[in-house]
């Protein structure tokens, strides 16, 4: 059952893209925050009046 699936998901060429495209998406998904989060951190560094 699960070889037929995974058969008829291999054989169709846009499933290549669509796994691309989501990984893509899920590579900004942590991008994005990420970058966020570093920015608030190095603002929060700099602006710190102990240092």
């Excluded at 699936?5 to 060429?13: G, K, R, Y």
């Excluded at 846009?14 to 603002?43: C, D, N, Q, S, Y």
Aim: glycine share 4%; aromatic share 18%.
């Amino acid at each position: 059952m699960f070889d037929r699936a995974e058969q008829h998901f291999t054989s169709t060429p846009r499933t290549l893209k669509w796994r691309l495209v989501h990984a893509i998406e899920f590579e900004l998904g942590l991008l994005i925050p990420g970058v966020f989060v570093i920015a608030w951190w190095l603002r929060l560094y700099f602006s710190n009046p102990n240092d």
